[in-house]
């Protein structure tokens, strides 16, 4: 069974630094794209960033370019998302995403707060 495990969220000041891990267990990530959405309290889940499988390509929600940069390390069957300069309107629960054939698999999401 496909399994995808966040973690790396926490309390952080407006300005601090978070990294973000997604671990799959059970299969590996390396011929799939892996996404990081967010959901904010009321509102609705979106999209945060995407990496392919080769890590040749990756796009970002335009309010997090040059902030946030996401990688993988398939070694270690890891997606990470370095956040950087953060905002009070990146307070959200962030999860990963990824698909292996027709199932999509979602973690349990970590929880993000930006405050000071």
């Known amino acids: 069974q496909v399994q995808l495990v966040e973690s790396g969220g926490g309390l952080v000041q407006p300005g601090g630094s978070l990294r973000l891990s997604c671990a799959a267990s059970?299969?590996?990530?390396?011929?799939?794209?892996v996404l990081w959405f967010r959901q904010a309290p009321g509102k609705e889940r979106e999209f945060v960033a995407v990496?392919?499988?080769?890590?040749?390509?990756?796009n970002y929600l335009d309010s997090v370019k040059g902030r946030f940069t996401i990688s993988r390390d398939n070694a270690k069957n890891t997606v990470y998302l370095q956040m950087n300069g953060l905002k009070p309107e990146d307070t959200a629960v962030y999860y990963c995403n990824s698909k292996w054939g027709s199932l999509s698999v979602w973690g349990q999401g970590t929880r993000v707060t930006v405050s000071s």
């Open positions: 059970g299969s590996t990530f390396s011929d799939s794209p």
């Open positions: 990496i392919t499988s080769n890590a040749g390509h990756t």
